[in-house]
């Protein structure tokens, strides 16, 4: 059965530090894997998906998550964080085949110190 | 990008009463409409997955007569919560799906409290 791991249930850095978020799935076969972030009051937001290809997949608000088949992972990161990157952020897998349900991690809430 | 929204954001009701939440795709068509359930710090768990013009498709654990789903056109999903409990007291999202496979775009979720 598809599963998807976030390890870390809270993060907090210092703004302007590095980050990296923790994703690990379990599926069969390589999942269409998606990060998406929920802040209060608001609908969740795609930040990145891979497909296929490069595994490197650069989205918006300067993340970028890197695809690695052999860890079974898909780690968000981004060089510098700004206080508005607080909030939740989920990983997510998906089978491949159009529209089919997407599978969420726990999430990881991030907090950003000043 | 693509706006779902949802009506009401958040409501009140008491135990026994039925509740209807609205979600509608504002700028595109979605074929598919998907509803989520979000209980506090946890995760999005898949309820149904409804279909325009066919019955939903629910997960394993939910009970169809309890959530009822109506997606009568290309832009509007219906939930309803029947004879509702304090247990089902949640935080409902809805998504509609895109052009894309597996692309889905959030609605910014219905809070519902059972007294």
């Known amino acids: 059965a598809q599963s998807v791991t976030q390890p870390d249930i809270h993060i907090t850095v210092s703004e302007g530090a590095s980050l990296e978020l923790r994703c690990n799935y379990s599926y069969g076969a390589t999942p269409y894997l998606f990060w998406y972030v929920q802040s209060p009051g608001q609908g969740l937001q795609l930040l990145l998906k891979y497909f296929s290809g490069d595994t490197l997949v650069q989205g918006i608000k300067g993340f970028e998550a890197e695809f690695k088949r052999s860890q079974s992972s898909f780690n968000l990161r981004k060089p510098s964080v700004h206080w508005s990157d607080a909030a939740e952020y989920f990983c997510?897998?998906?089978?491949?085949?159009?529209?089919?349900?997407?599978?969420f991690g726990a999430g990881t809430r991030l907090a950003v110190h000043p | 990008g693509a706006v779902v929204s949802q009506h009401p954001s958040w409501v009140i009701c008491k135990s026994g009463t039925s509740v209807k939440i609205e979600c509608r795709s504002l700028?595109?068509?979605?074929?598919?409409m998907f509803w989520y359930r979000q209980f506090p710090k946890q995760s999005l768990m898949l309820m149904a997955t409804?279909?325009?013009?066919?019955?939903?498709?629910?997960e394993q654990g939910v009970e169809k007569d309890k959530f009822l789903i109506n997606h009568a056109s290309l832009t509007l999903s219906t939930l309803t919560v029947t004879s509702a409990h304090p247990e089902d007291s949640s935080f409902y999202i809805c998504s509609g799906g895109g052009s894309s496979y597996n692309e889905q775009f959030f609605g910014p979720g219905t809070r519902l409290t059972v007294l």
């Open positions: 700028d595109f068509q979605a074929t598919t």
């Open positions: 997510a897998v998906g089978a491949p085949g159009g529209y089919n349900k997407l599978i």
């Open positions: 409804s279909n325009e013009g066919s019955k939903a498709t629910y």
